[in-house]
């Protein structure tokens, strides 16, 4: 700031100060509005791998015969934020 007269108020560079502000309010919402827990897949596209060897096991030898690759894939949906 340079010399200030007597009666003269000194002056402040608002656009710097709208800025500022603008910033702040932006950091702000952007916390606000990001889901973290939300899947970023619909469920039938999600884990494809697991799902197909699911599958493939339940036509061959059922249901009953196939539990730890449902319970993989179950897995690997929840890994993806699927509540299953």
């Given at each position: 700031?340079?010399l200030v007269k007597?009666?003269?108020?000194p002056?402040v560079?608002?656009?710097?100060?709208i800025?500022?502000?603008?910033?702040?309010?932006n950091q702000?919402?952007a916390i606000?509005?990001?889901?973290e827990s939300?899947?970023?897949?619909k469920i039938?596209?999600a884990c494809p791998?697991?799902?197909?060897?699911?599958?493939?096991c339940?036509?061959?030898?059922?249901?009953?015969?196939c539990?730890k690759w449902?319970?993989?894939?179950?897995?690997?949906?929840?890994a993806?934020?699927f509540?299953?």
């Amino acid at each position: 700031m340079g010399l200030v007269k007597m009666g003269e108020l000194p002056t402040v560079n608002s656009s710097s100060a709208i800025g500022f502000t603008a910033s702040q309010q932006n950091q702000g919402s952007a916390i606000t509005t990001t889901p973290e827990s939300k899947p970023k897949k619909k469920i039938c596209c999600a884990c494809p791998d697991t799902k197909k060897l699911r599958d493939e096991c339940i036509v061959e030898h059922g249901e009953e015969a196939c539990a730890k690759w449902i319970e993989a894939h179950r897995k690997c949906l929840r890994a993806e934020g699927f509540n299953i």
